[in-house]
């Protein structure tokens, strides 16, 4: 079945459409400060005025597939740790000033004995739907501070609101969409309930509503009130308080008592340290000594981290590599069913390592004849660190040999493209755009036993920006927030 064409609107009624969705998403936060701000104005999020369509049997193959991830990474944290951190320590090697600063706290912090076998992971797994075969095909899989969950309930919520009132529809009587192929990501909900299921945990099965959650965030941070809409559905829900502090900050802010992470001016106990930062060099470069200390702290005390040291950093693009290997994944997930292992291996495109291995010769040989059916990526989170296409061969040229072993060489998946609408500030463009679907998945595990206590799915994001354009950040300004018209 093909869908349904986006909405023609008459010019009046554009514009009345995009009045009702400015205001709505300003009176429900679904909002993001614009660059260099004042803390009392923002805007609203760069988003989609229309759904995109997505394939049914495409977004079920996501969510199908995400519990499967989420434990295919805490086997391989737990179960497969001596061969992870063989792979962990090359890394370091390549990447000494992040990687390794990350590892030898890692190393650090399990030299006495480890306070808190609890971890929770916040995942996301990223998918762009191939053009030919509407197959899911994973962009990368995320370990640490994903992002968006709350502004992805919010479209939603924007997007369902205009739909049931008639904007979409040219007389304004009519719902466009039927209601079920408009869903909305349940993910503030299920990241809330992550981190409340982890205060539960660290308080021994027991609710415990002193006990806070530290929301570990950048300065400045433009994206703040997705991370908001989180926070006050732990309160609201789970009468769980938070409390904010940069990396930097961490020393001045929080104490440590018998082992326990407390906040220094309330005395309130940390249950659960969630990272929304951290996550690449760039967290870490206003004061070194303390940002990378106060990880140091925190990755000790007793607190559960969202994520831990090892979970962040199996999060890496090797590693994704490394777990395209068939042999790799059946060691790692021994009890897999046959029908899942498909469906799981269904989802990768072939990624190659960049090293001195046969399947390395022969990246390099492709990254020279065909280079632009690849992206190159280093071992970076966060955007804005690939290289695309046929920037590919001199950007190897201008790095010695000795460093392409840091990079993976990855094939560019082909999504369809859709000429939806795009809304940013004043404007409105209508270009044709490319849509990336994320799923998130919450998991709480025993880190030194492997026991995994919770595996869920947490609700999706998508994401879409120009054709044109390589990268999809929203915050970097490359994307915007959309949400899925299923057909
Ligand atoms: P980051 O850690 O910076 O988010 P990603 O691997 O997610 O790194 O890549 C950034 C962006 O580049 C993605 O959001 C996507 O738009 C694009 N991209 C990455 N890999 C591919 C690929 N294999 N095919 C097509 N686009 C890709
Ligand atoms: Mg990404």
């Not at 609203?44 to 079920?60: C, E, G, M, N, R």
């Not at 990447?95 to 995942?123: A, C, M, R, W």
């Not at 053009?131 to 919010?154: A, H, P, R």
């Not at 529809?169 to 990501?185: A, G, R, T, V, W």
């Amino acid at each position: 079945m093909d869908p349904i064409p986006f909405p023609q609107l008459s010019h009046e009624q554009e514009n009345e459409l995009k009045l009702n969705a400015q205001q709505w998403s300003l009176s429900n936060g679904l909002v993001m400060y614009p660059p260099n701000f004042e803390t009392f104005q923002t805007n609203v999020a760069p988003i989609t005025l229309f759904p995109t369509p997505i394939p049914k049997t495409s977004f079920q193959q996501a969510l199908n597939v995400q519990k499967i991830y989420n434990e295919l990474y805490i086997n391989l944290i737990t179960k497969h740790k001596s061969w992870l951190i063989e792979v962990l320590e090359e890394l370091a090697k390549f990447d000494p000033n992040f990687t390794g600063k990350l590892f030898e706290i890692y190393k650090e912090s399990i030299k006495d004995e480890v306070l808190q076998p609890i971890s929770l992971g916040i995942f996301r797994s990223d998918y762009m739907i191939d053009s030919n075969l509407n197959d899911i095909k994973q962009i990368e899989f995320n370990t640490v501070s994903v992002s968006f969950g709350g502004l992805s309930t919010k479209i939603g919520q924007l997007q369902n609101f205009l739909n049931s009132t008639g904007f979409y529809d040219n007389k304004y009587n009519f719902k466009y969409y039927e209601d079920e192929s408009l869903p909305i990501s349940n993910s503030i909900e299920k990241i809330a309930e992550g981190l409340a299921q982890g205060n539960f945990y660290y308080n021994d099965k027991q609710e415990n509503e002193d006990t806070i959650v530290l929301f570990v965030v950048q300065p400045n941070e433009r994206n703040c009130f997705d991370q908001r809409l989180i926070e006050y559905e732990l309160f609201n829900k789970h009468k769980i308080k938070a409390f904010r502090a940069t990396l930097e900050e961490i020393e001045e802010v929080v104490t440590i008592n018998s082992d326990k992470a407390y906040i220094k001016s309330t005395t309130q106990e940390i249950s659960v340290v969630y990272y929304r930062s951290g996550y690449g060099p760039g967290d870490y470069e206003v004061n070194p000594a303390k940002s990378w200390n106060a990880r140091l702290i925190l990755e000790k005390s007793k607190a559960i981290k969202c994520p831990s040291i090892l979970t962040q950093l199996s999060g890496s693009k090797k590693i994704q590599q490394l777990l395209t290997d068939h042999e790799i994944l059946k060691k790692i997930l021994p009890d897999l069913s046959n029908t899942d292992f498909k469906e799981l291996i269904s989802t990768f495109v072939n990624i190659y390592p960049f090293d001195d291995s046969e399947l390395g010769k022969k990246a390099k040989k492709l990254a020279f004849e065909s280079p632009e059916k690849f992206v190159l990526k280093p071992q970076r989170e966060g955007g804005g660190n690939n290289i695309y296409k046929k920037n590919i061969p001199d950007f190897l040229k201008s790095i010695p040999e000795s460093e392409w072993g840091a990079y993976i060489l990855m094939e560019l998946i082909t999504p369809k493209t859709f000429k939806n609408k795009i809304m940013r500030n004043k404007d409105i463009y209508n270009e044709n755009i490319i849509s990336e679907l994320g799923i998130f998945g919450n998991i709480l595990f025993n880190e030194t036993t492997g026991e995994i206590l919770k595996n869920e799915n947490a609700g999706w994001l998508l994401r879409s920006k120009f054709e044109t354009s390589d990268e999809g950040g929203v915050a970097a300004g490359f994307g915007c927030v959309d949400n899925i018209y299923l057909y």
